[in-house]
């Protein structure tokens, strides 16, 4: 199957930094979705993008579909405690969901006081 | 609440026993998918089904199988377990066959440990 590389694999930030995380693939991808998981809790998406070169914000969030279409990034400005978790990117490889929307192995979020 | 129910929360059982986990998608949402996570391998994809039918299939072992129902319910069968089945399993739902969007509703998760 498709294989994301996503990193870095943890990040310690004190609150109010700004995160940037980023998912590459040696193929390409015709979505980029960004999800978060919260401890003890289910994936919840966060941010979809379906064009290359798209720039989406949600709030705080911004992550944008890399102009090759192997590429996306998700930054978060102005980090706060709840920002806390792990974020998953994941992506529907060209030529059809068939394999299933495939995740990256996600990106663990530290926020020290 | 994504709206996604998924039975048991947890569950403990031996080596070579057999469990089922139960989903309920959000309503109105034909397709029904199952992943696997585990601490060393991330959201690994097992199967999917819309609308009663197996649409794709993942790294989904022999001893593992599912199905759909009318009601569009879906059960994930774990048979002959090993020490290595004990993981969170997610089912997750969507509006379409997730090929156009990727946008996917997760549960809470069932998690299992084999002993």
């Known amino acids: 199957g498709q294989q994301l590389n996503q990193s870095p694999q943890s990040m310690f930030i004190q609150e109010g930094e700004d995160v940037s995380m980023n998912c590459t693939s040696s193929?390409?991808?015709?979505?980029w979705l960004w999800y978060k998981q919260d401890p003890g809790e289910g994936p919840v998406l966060l941010i979809a993008?379906?064009?290359?070169?798209e720039l989406t914000s949600n709030g705080r969030l911004t992550a944008q579909f890399g102009i090759t279409r192997k590429d996306s990034f998700l930054n978060i400005s102005a980090s706060i405690p709840s920002d806390v978790g792990i974020y998953f990117c994941a992506g529907t490889p060209k030529g059809g969901g068939a394999d299933g929307l495939t995740f990256g192995k996600g990106t663990h979020l530290i926020i020290q006081p | 609440d994504s709206g996604v129910t998924q039975t048991p929360k947890h569950l403990i059982t031996a080596t070579g026993q057999r469990v089922t986990l139960r989903c309920s998608p959000r309503s109105g949402d034909l397709s029904v998918y199952w992943y696997q996570q585990s601490l060393d391998q991330g959201l690994q994809f097992l199967i999917q089904y819309y609308n009663g039918e197996e649409r794709a299939k993942g790294n989904i072992l022999e001893r593992f199988s599912a199905q759909q129902f009318p009601d569009l319910h879906s059960e994930l069968n774990l048979s002959s377990l090993e020490l290595g089945d004990s993981a969170l399993y997610f089912c997750a739902s969507s509006v379409s066959t997730g090929r156009d969007t990727g946008e996917l509703f997760f549960g809470e998760g069932s998690r299992l440990t084999v002993l």
């Open positions: 993008l379906y064009k290359a070169g």
């Open positions: 193929s390409i991808f015709n979505t």
